[in-house]
């Protein structure tokens, strides 16, 4: 089994990933937030038309749909439909003790992968492209899960 101690480099090439994926996560709800407060509109719920610091004479029109609010929103979402998989998938990984050429080209390949997809998806570019990069980093977290199952299973 694969040591999870900062004297393995495949430890800490997932830790260096792992961590870069939190940041994106994080980052990305920070987005949300900032575009939320600079548009003052795309608020998600009623309750939050009531006044206060940052929404000082909040209006009905506020919780309409904001497409420069509802793109960091979907994109926040769409790391989290994502990003913990690799997370579960990456220390597996680590526990079975791939080569350390396999483990970076898998992991820094997904947060390539996800950079990537963040990127198209920022600046509007198609679906087939965003899709691409989404098949990329789907693709290695599913190969690191059958490697994982490969050396338990035999």
Known sequence: MG????ENPVAVTYIVAAALMVLKVMGQGWMTVYRLT???AGLASPEDLR????NRAPHPSQ???NDYVDRAR?????DL???PAFWMAGALFVAV???LWLAQVMLYGF??????HALAYATKQSHELRATFYTIGSLIVIAMAVYVLAIVIG
């Open 81 to 83: 439909e994502n990003i």
């Open 111 to 116: 947060v390539a992968a996800r950079l990537a």
């Open 63 to 65: 919780l309409a749909a």
């Open 3 to 6: 040591a999870f101690t900062l």
């Open 38 to 40: 600079t548009a003052g």
């Open 97 to 99: 003790a791939p080569p």
């Open 74 to 78: 979907r994109m926040h979402r769409n």
């Open 51 to 54: 006044p206060g610091p940052l």
